[in-house]
């Protein structure tokens, strides 16, 4: 589950192969993207919520524009399910991150791979800090690779969001009551949070 950096939409994976895109004014269901023909494992918006990247355990990454539902590119080049999908924070490229024991640096605008590293083991977690640094968690210990996710694009500070879930129905973003109503199916029946 993911929020777009906007506050405008909600992306989730899900084990029918899809991501579901709801819109978070009103609460509505407005996409169900369809293309992958494995769970969805991963999902990420761009820095400027115009793109979503999806992995899954075809072992793909597609590319959707949230507006219309449309498939916006394919990555393939995995050998196993894709783990982790963040953007680059200009976001020009997209690391993925695989139990193929990969992390592959995509750039966007070719969908052409720009770098392969190989890791000890399966890639659990992927992420770009503002310092334009990729930091990898594998299954045997962490890593960071300087310089590979691209630069910040934007001199504005980071906007701090807090997402959480009211009496297991609600999400509610920033402290606001019951922004989004999740269906029973959807209900988290435990719940981690990780600080730095």
């Not at 899809?18 to 023909?37: I, M, P, R």
């Not at 992390?103 to 791979?113: D, H, I, Q, S």
Request: proline share 6%; aromatic share 8%.
């Amino acid at each position: 589950m993911v929020f777009s950096p906007d506050g405008l939409r909600l992306a989730l994976g899900l084990e029918d192969n899809t991501v579901c895109l709801w819109d978070l004014k009103t609460g509505a269901l407005k996409q169900k993207l369809e293309g992958h023909s494995g769970w969805v494992q991963s999902v990420a918006f761009s820095p400027d919520s115009q793109l979503i990247a999806s992995g899954s355990y075809d072992n793909t990454i597609r590319l959707w524009n949230p507006a219309t539902g449309f498939p916006y590119r394919l990555l393939e080049g995995h050998l196993g399910l894709v783990s982790s999908i963040p953007f680059s924070l200009n976001g020009q490229l997209l690391a993925s991150g695989s139990y193929d024991m990969t992390v592959r640096v995509w750039e966007l605008k070719t969908g052409a791979v720009q770098q392969i590293l190989i890791a000890k083991g399966a890639v659990s977690e992927l992420r770009c800090s503002p310092d334009a640094s990729c930091h990898v968690t594998t299954d045997f210990g962490a890593l960071t690779i300087q310089s590979k996710c691209g630069s910040h694009a934007s001199n504005s500070p980071p906007t701090k969001v807090d997402i959480s879930i009211l009496e297991r129905r609600w999400i509610t973003l920033n402290g606001n009551k019951a922004l989004l109503w999740l269906p029973p199916e959807f209900r988290p029946t435990c719940s981690t949070v990780k600080d730095k």
